[in-house]
């Protein structure tokens, strides 16, 4: 089982910035992907980001040049920086975790339960 705990979300002005973090703990076998997710209300849950086990990450059209995501393998962490965000921006913010290796478990995908990220006009 792999548990993943995110922090870093909450209310924050249009054109704020908000750091939202993931930390994975549990059976993590190498390697293994993470990325973000968000849902916002009335609309299906979608990518916003992933990072490979090397570092190769691919955001989003909407969130380009604004967000970063990064991950610090030392700590099993995944962050999401949210620069100039936009009330649309406003969702709850999913981390995911894949294990990609030879001998991941039988799961092979786990998720957060989620942070919500509210930007006001």
């Known amino acids: 089982q792999v548990q993943l705990v995110e922090s870093g979300g909450g209310l924050v002005q249009a054109g704020g910035s908000l750091r939202l973090s993931c930390a994975a703990s549990g059976t993590i076998v190498n390697p293994y992907a993470m990325g973000w997710y968000r849902q916002a209300p009335g609309k299906q849950r979608e990518l916003v980001a992933d990072?490979?086990?090397?570092?190769?990450?691919n955001l989003a059209d909407s969130v380009k040049g604004r967000f970063a995501i990064s991950r610090d393998n030392a700590e099993y962490t995944v962050y999401l920086q949210m620069n100039s965000l936009k009330p649309e921006d406003t969702a709850v913010y999913y981390c995911?975790?894949?294990?990609?290796?030879?001998?991941?478990?039988?799961?092979?995908?786990?998720w957060g339960q989620g942070t919500q990220v509210t930007v006001s006009s």
């Open positions: 995911k975790y894949d294990c990609l290796g030879f001998w991941c478990p039988v799961t092979k995908t786990f």
């Open positions: 990072i490979s086990s090397g570092g190769s990450a």
